[in-house]
């Protein structure tokens, strides 16, 4: 029953993060989403810090493993980078959920080591499939230079948070497009380009 119980309440817990943000999310709250007693909750996590970032370590595996069946049998190119960016931008409600939770958890990192060294860890799985994305496309970064794959995170990471933060129209082809437009400045304006 362990890691089935486990999972039950990181699902809730990145329910409630999603919501609530890590600063607004309680053991209570998280405990009620997942239909248990928050000693069981204290059973399974140290405390609540353990909690977000166990459930942050949860989705980020759900979300690589989602990416890594979107480039499954693809050839390198440009179908590739863009089934990559479909997977992880799709307008679905637990891709949404993922992106809160690394928006909240970004933030809470500037004041948690802990979390930005796992978030580190996390990252790692996420530059390995977008390097494989990338692969044919760019070229190789040289000694000291940003690597493509953070260049490509920062700018997907700017356009989600202004979708998730602000009243702008972008959709998922927009943010997509605009992602392969800039990496590559071909125009992707028009349907057949996608």
Not at 2 to 16: D, F, K, S
Not at 41 to 50: K, P
Not at 81 to 94: F, N, Q
């Amino acid at each position: 029953m362990g890691p089935i119980r486990r999972e039950q309440i990181c699902r809730a817990a990145a329910t409630v993060i999603a919501r609530e943000g890590f600063a607004g999310t309680t053991m209570r709250q998280v405990a009620d989403e997942a239909g248990v007693s928050t000693g069981m909750l204290n059973h399974y996590f140290v405390n609540r810090e353990d909690l977000l970032t166990k459930t942050l370590v949860f989705v980020s595996e759900l979300g690589v493993a989602r990416a890594a069946a979107a480039l499954d049998g693809l050839p390198p190119g440009r179908e590739r980078l863009a089934a990559l960016l479909d997977s992880v931008i799709a307008d679905e409600d637990g891709v949404a959920e993922l992106w809160r939770i690394w928006i909240n958890s970004y933030g809470e990192a500037v004041r948690l080591p802990e979390l930005r060294q796992q978030i580190g860890a996390e990252l790692a799985g996420w530059f390995e499939r977008l390097d494989y994305a990338l692969e044919g496309l760019v070229p190789a970064a040289q000694p000291g230079e940003i690597p493509w794959s953070w260049r490509v995170d920062a700018l997907l990471n700017g356009l989600m948070i202004r979708a998730l933060t602000s009243e702008v129209a972008l959709d998922q082809a927009k943010i997509r497009d605009a992602v392969i437009d800039v990496l590559l400045g071909s125009s992707t304006d028009s349907p057949s380009a996608a």
